[in-house]
């Protein structure tokens, strides 16, 4: 009789053991902090999101404010008003405000990305090798959805244009008033340049295609379709107006008759410098 009784107890031990491995693991799975993220990175949307819902579906509000896109135009007009006046005559004056501007808006949005709002806080977007390697593979993989503000990839692309676009302004300064030899420098820095911002044209083209992500027309206006719950920003038009004001007072003197490099001969060493780098290739 006690065998009997032994066994049954056992039976039924069995028995618990065996429901309870059936109970636990159904009871975790529904625990999302046991399963971990259901699209397995915290640098990935959601596939329901990055799959089903392209930007032109989703409410846009602001994102990029008015300083952030102003400082961005800037940059990219003296990108190109510097190279379509490189080699042209007469032009050295307008080369040299562009590159002056190009600097002055480079040191700005460095600043900006330290105090501004916090799409454009450098804390905000750039992440480490591991973060940008798992959004390309992300991206690449067709699981990649919308960010709020710039991807890792883009964050070092940011730091990137920023970085060469000062020592290009820098170089550029060099060549003009110490003479040509610093040239090749600046050249050299130049191409540099302009490769960087062909690649990060092809890569926001790529990526907008990739991630149904307007990413032009953001940057444009402003506003961006972004994650639920995404905290908006303010715009700081009035900043972006002082500067604005700035900006074109800086273009009234710097082609004016006052400024160094407008002054001729007797206008210093900038234009002095220039002078000198030409004769030298002359001979």
């Known amino acids: 009789m006690g065998e009997l009784i032994d066994g049954a107890m056992q039976q039924a031990a069995q028995w618990g053991r065996q429901s309870m491995a059936l109970i636990v693991p159904a009871q975790a799975s529904e625990n999302p902090k046991a399963r971990g993220p259901a699209w397995g990175s915290p640098f990935q949307e959601p596939p329901m999101e990055s799959a089903t819902a392209p930007s032109t579906q989703r409410p846009t509000q602001p994102l990029w404010d008015a300083p952030v896109r102003l400082l961005h135009a800037l940059m990219a007009l003296s990108v190109a008003g510097a190279w379509l006046t490189a080699e042209a005559d007469g032009w050295h004056a307008v080369h040299i405000s562009c590159g002056l501007t190009l600097a002055g808006a480079a040191t700005l949005r460095l600043l900006w990305g330290l105090v501004g709002t ?70 050299a820095l130049a191409n540099a340049l302009l490769l960087l911002v062909g690649l990060h044209v092809a890569a926001v083209l790529l990526t907008s295609w990739l991630t149904r992500d307007r990413l032009v027309p953001a940057m444009l206006s402003g506003r961006k379709a972004v994650p639920a719950g995404t905290a908006p920003v303010r715009m700081h038009r009035g900043l972006a107006a002082l500067l604005i004001v700035a900006v074109l007072g800086f273009w009234a003197w710097s082609l004016g008759p006052t400024s160094p490099w407008q002054a001729g001969e007797s206008g210093g060493a900038l234009e002095r410098g220039h002078h000198h780098a030409h004769d030298r290739d002359d001979d």
Request: no cysteine; charged share 15%; hydrophobic share 45%.
């Open 118 to 187: 916090w799409p454009a806080r450098f804390t905000s977007f750039v992440r480490g090798p591991a973060a940008v390697l798992e959004h390309l593979r992300a991206l690449l993989g067709g699981r990649a959805g919308p960010h709020a503000g710039h991807n890792p990839a883009g964050g070092w692309a940011v730091l990137a244009l920023l970085g060469t676009s000062l020592l290009v302004a820098g170089s550029g300064w060099l060549t003009y008033s110490r003479g040509e030899a610093w040239e090749d420098v600046h050249e």
